[in-house]
């Protein structure tokens, strides 16, 4: 089934975790699913990562063009990183244990591309060429072990999906407040309607 890679599917704040999310529901399996199980969708999910993460990536475009190929290596960074900071999250500290497999597979994604990173407004490279989506994958997965970004980590609470919280008090909760906020404000609501029609009259 075709994915409509929407701006929601782009609420991770950073293309590590974009991807990460794209695991749904991961919190329950009797309902998980992956939004990669068909190959195609690495490349279409790449497309709209360049525009959705144009600033993270300065502008360079996401190539996938044979996503069949590069998915074993696209898989293994999106698995170790959701992973790593899942639990990084939870814990509040990133454990070693994880690093070994995140470095790797991010190594990985890295060793079929040639790309020259940390120029001034370039972060990712040129922007006039095209760059490895499982390279950029990588790139970005490795950015989250800054202090300051693992300690603005969040797992939303409907959905369970990993994002950055880059509010001024570091105080937002969902991932994104018009869909998984507004979900929870109107469970709630039934909840409170069911409950009061539950009360017997005194």
Not at 12 to 41: H, S, W, Y
Not at 43 to 58: N, T
Not at 65 to 74: M, R
Request: hydrophobic letters at 45%.
């Amino acid at each position: 089934m075709a994915v409509s890679w929407t701006p929601h599917r782009f609420t991770g704040g950073i293309l590590a975790l974009d991807t990460a999310n794209t695991v749904v529901l991961r919190n329950e399996p009797e309902k998980t699913f992956d939004r990669f199980d068909d190959p195609v969708e690495i490349a279409h999910f790449a497309e709209a990562a360049s525009g959705f993460r144009a600033a993270e990536l300065g502008g360079r475009p996401l190539h996938a063009p044979e996503p069949s190929n590069i998915k074993p290596a696209v898989i293994a960074i999106r698995e170790t990183t959701d992973r790593l900071f899942r639990h990084a999250v939870s814990k509040g500290a990133v454990a070693t244990a994880h690093l070994p497999d995140f470095l790797t597979a991010c190594a990985s994604g890295l060793s079929a591309s040639v790309v020259e990173i940390g120029a001034p407004d370039q972060p990712f490279g040129d922007p006039a060429t095209p760059v490895a989506f499982e390279a950029a994958l990588a790139l970005s997965a490795l950015s989250l072990l800054r202090d300051e970004t693992v300690a603005r980590l969040r797992i939303c609470p409907n959905c369970s999906w990993l994002f950055v919280d880059r509010s001024r008090n570091s105080s937002r909760l969902w991932c994104d407040m018009a869909v998984c906020g507004n979900r929870q404000k109107a469970n709630r609501h039934y909840r409170r309607r069911a409950a009061a029609r539950e009360v017997p009259n005194a």
